[in-house]
């Protein structure tokens, strides 16, 4: 006879689950907030505002949604509460094109499969990049060191560095693309 | 996601700019009229964004994971329940149940919570490992397959390596660089720990370390005995019987166990077995450097960057299959011609020198070598040997966008060229831009000596750069203004295009053409594989 789990153990479940949907669509949600909200610290507060009312909201979702969708929709609030509330000194889109972006953002579907293509895409397409830049991209992202320190200890300059990052990250995305294409009919 | 084309470079400089938080207040509006009514441009913003995220989060992740291998491994603290779930609770509790959840995927923001805004934790945690907590990386690796333990990450090629840090290799081959530049090569099976900033544990398996200069007094030791790098390269096996077995291919090293000690040259080896040490039967056979750059794999080294074009001479010469061998055609210019320009044919490599694409088809002279690349970015690089005659400055590659310009530092617009001259020095030049590595850098002639010239041309200003490199070492790089795009309608080797007499006089061989600019680490892996030790790769010890 199976063993029947408790509402502890339910909830537990249920917790897990959860934070394994919003890990799969972390850059989804992430990346949009930062394209709307250009100032990186705002952006990270509206996220983390926007993760609280997922979880708070989480009794509401209807698995039969597509998470990611449900998720961004909140992060679109979010983010026009944001703009709402501030005084706007930082440099901002205007409301037209936060309401294109989010309009654009809002209409891809991406399912679990397509999450996961996705990040298996990324880490594919990273080996196909040369070896000096793929170091490039770890030691920029990897946290321990500024721009501006890395192009030191290269003896070039930040805007070079950054010139490259643009370089590899564009190389990606093509990667990217090809390989999701081939593999669900879209990039 | 969309297709990025030259045509989006400008709106890639600006979605690049808004990402990396370089983007000026009045250039927003700019960004946003690129983006306004353009889906694909909306969809190119979104993608490089997430991307971006995508991106922090893999490494972040895998240095996360680093650190908690590290604090559970060399068990550094009380058990582990005590202040990662601490910080797990005090952050559910108090602080962001956001953070908690996104730290799911990313568990480095815990970490940094649980040491950044809990100090009452901090003391009584182990510190996040600091640089010096480091000691090598995964510098390579061919067919690498793992033994790994419950939700331990594979080791990867960019993984650095902590002290203490076990790594169990299944099969296949693993290269680690020491941070003193000291480079171990594990054969699998194999476990091996780093210990330490220039030490590691073989407890199974072979290895062949390269020492350093730097770091001579490197230490492998295995649970029976202890070897000691005195200037040298040797190998290290440690069997079933947990004997330690030490050859030595180079310098001397110093064997020692708790009841012998002894010194081993160039050839020697030796087992420790108990507290002894006995003379080695010379049997065991080590691999010193990767199978894919054993000597042979010359060209396989050169495809593996993926050539525009690539000639040698495997069809002329007997170049003894991919291997390098110095041999090459001897193009000595005997007859000068003065219309020598692309309508008239070009002589400057004489005609009957017959040169075959590496995949043995259709020969080509050097008159007509690939075109069709352009000066954005790319490589060349070749094998030449000067003759002790001929003029002071002498052409190597000449490649131009319509046959029209002069090689000249100032003139040369819409060429790109290579030469050497006998003082030693020797440059590239692009669209004008020069670079000249100093007198006296090339050694004497009749040496065989592998010339490499990048060149990365970015839109943005002093941002493009170009290199020099001499036989793998690079020799100067310079950071300069963005030349003029174009493509190349023509290219030869051996004189350029006006009528003077800056003819090679000398012999070359393994001319590839690159699309991209190389690595440092490429290039030099090409001078690596051709100077390997001519002995099969796999060596064998001998007394």
């Given at each position: 006879m199976a063993k029947r789990i408790s509402d502890i153990e339910f909830a537990e479940l249920l917790r897990l689950h959860f934070a394994e949907l919003l890990r799969l669509h972390y850059a989804r949600v992430l990346g949009f907030v930062r394209a709307m909200v250009l100032d990186a610290?705002?952006?990270?507060?509206?996220?983390?505002?926007?993760?609280?009312?997922?979880?708070?909201?989480?009794?509401?979702?209807?698995?039969?949604?597509?998470?990611?969708?449900?998720?961004?929709?909140i992060a679109r609030h979010k983010i026009f509460d944001y703009f709402k509330s501030r005084r706007r000194e930082q440099a901002h889109f205007s409301d037209a094109m936060l309401e294109i972006l989010a309009e654009r953002q809002?209409?891809?579907?991406?399912?679990?499969?397509?999450?996961?293509?996705?990040?298996r895409a990324l880490k594919s397409c990273l080996e196909t990049v040369q070896a000096s830049q793929r170091e490039l991209l770890r030691r920029c992202y990897e946290g321990n060191e500024s721009v501006a320190e890395v192009a030191l200890s290269m003896n070039r300059t930040p805007g070079s560095v950054y010139s490259s990052l643009k370089h590899v990250r564009v190389k990606l995305l093509e990667c990217m693309r090809k390989r999701l294409e081939g593999e669900h009919g879209r990039g | 996601m969309v297709v990025v084309d030259s045509s989006s470079q400008n709106l890639l400089d600006l979605v690049a700019a808004a990402c990396d938080g370089r983007l000026a207040a009045e250039r927003v509006a700019e960004l946003e009229q690129a983006l306004l009514a353009d889906p694909a441009a909306q969809d190119l913003y979104l993608d490089y964004f997430r991307l971006d995220t995508q991106l922090s989060a893999l490494w972040q992740e895998q240095r996360s994971r680093e650190v908690l291998d590290r604090i559970e491994k060399l068990q550094l603290v009380e058990p582990a329940y005590s202040w990662f779930d601490r910080a797990y609770d005090f952050i559910s509790h108090t602080m962001a149940l956001s953070l908690l959840i996104a730290g799911l995927f990313c568990t480095i923001v815990v970490l940094s919570l649980a040491v950044i805004s809990m100090p009452e934790l901090t003391n009584r945690s182990p510190k996040v490992p600091s640089r010096d907590d480091y000691a090598a990386r995964i510098y390579d690796s061919q067919d690498a397959a793992w033994n790994l333990t419950q939700g331990q990450a594979e080791p990867q090629w960019k993984d650095d390596l902590l002290i203490g840090q076990p790594l169990d290799l299944a099969s296949g081959f693993v290269r680690i660089r020491y941070d003193n530049g000291t480079?171990?090569?594990?054969?699998?099976?194999?476990?091996?720990?780093?210990?330490?900033?220039?030490?590691?544990?073989?407890?199974?398996?072979?290895?062949?370390?390269?020492?350093?200069?730097?770091?001579t007094g490197f230490i492998v030791s295995s649970l029976t005995g202890t070897v000691t790098d005195l200037g040298t390269?040797?190998?290290?096996?440690?069997?079933?019987?947990?004997?330690?077995?030490?050859?030595?291919?180079?310098?001397?090293?110093?064997?020692?166990?708790?009841?012998?000690?002894?010194?081993?040259?160039?050839?020697?080896?030796?087992?420790?077995?108990?507290?002894?040490?006995?003379?080695?039967?010379?049997?065991?056979?080590?691999?010193?450097?990767?199978?894919?750059?054993?000597?042979?794999a010359y060209s396989l080294c050169v495809l593996a960057d993926k050539p525009l074009?690539?000639?040698?001479?495997?069809?002329?010469?007997?170049?003894?299959?991919?291997?390098?061998?110095?041999?090459?055609?001897?193009?000595?210019?005997?007859?000068?011609?003065?219309?020598?320009?692309?309508s008239n044919g070009f002589a400057g490599v004489e005609d009957f020198n017959r040169?075959?694409?590496?995949?043995?088809?259709?020969?080509?002279?050097?008159?007509?070598?690939?075109?069709?690349?352009?000066?954005?970015?790319?490589?060349?690089?070749?094998?030449?040997?000067?003759?002790?005659?001929?003029?002071?400055?002498?052409?190597h590659l000449f490649a131009s966008d319509d046959g029209d310009g002069v090689f000249g530092k100032s003139v040369s617009i819409g060429c790109i060229g290579t030469f050497a001259r006998k003082d030693g020095s020797f440059g590239f030049s692009i669209?004008?831009?020069?670079?000249?590595?100093?007198?006296?850098?090339?050694?004497a002639p009749l040496a065989w000596n592998h010339f490499a010239f990048t060149w990365q041309?970015?839109?943005?200003?002093?941002?493009?750069?170009?290199?020099?490199?001499?036989?793998?070492?690079?020799?100067?790089?310079?950071?300069?203004?963005?030349?003029?795009?174009?493509?190349?309608?023509?290219?030869?080797?051996g004189k350029e295009q006006s009528g003077n007499s800056r003819i090679f006089s000398g012999s070359l061989d393994e001319l590839a053409l690159f699309a991209e600019a190389l690595s440092a680490e490429a290039i030099q892996q090409q001078v690596a594989v051709a100077k390997a030790a001519s002995p099969a790769p796999i060596e064998s010890s001998s007394e």
């Open positions: 610290n705002d952006a990270q507060d509206v996220f983390q505002e926007t993760v609280l009312a997922l979880w708070q909201s989480q009794e509401s979702f209807d698995s039969e949604r597509e998470f990611g969708a449900w998720a961004v929709g809002s209409q891809r579907s991406e399912d679990l499969d397509y999450l996961q293509a996705r990040e | 480079m171990v090569l594990l054969e699998g099976p194999a476990r091996f720990t780093v210990t330490g900033q220039n030490s590691g544990q073989l407890l199974r398996g072979k290895l062949v370390a390269r020492v350093s200069k730097e770091a390269e040797f190998g290290a096996y440690v069997g079933p019987s947990d004997d330690l077995e030490v050859a030595v291919f180079d310098g001397k090293v110093r064997l020692e166990t708790s009841g012998e000690s002894r010194e081993l040259g160039v050839g020697q080896s030796a087992r420790v077995t108990g507290n002894s040490v006995v003379q080695g039967d010379g049997s065991t056979r080590f691999a010193r450097v990767l199978p894919r750059e054993a000597p042979g074009a690539y000639y040698r001479l495997s069809s002329i010469v007997d170049e003894k299959g991919d291997r390098f061998t110095a041999n090459g055609v001897r193009v000595a210019f005997t007859t000068p011609q003065p219309g020598l320009n692309r040169w075959a694409n590496f995949d043995g088809g259709e020969s080509s002279t050097l008159t007509e070598l690939k075109t069709g690349w352009n000066s954005n970015a790319g490589t060349i690089s070749y094998w030449v040997r000067a003759d002790e005659d001929g003029h002071p400055t002498q052409t669209d004008g831009f020069q670079i000249d590595a100093p007198a006296g850098t090339i050694g041309r970015e839109a943005e200003p002093a941002n493009s750069t170009i290199a020099l490199y001499l036989n793998g070492e690079l020799i100067k790089s310079v950071t300069t203004e963005p030349w003029t795009e174009f493509t190349i309608a023509a290219t030869r080797f």
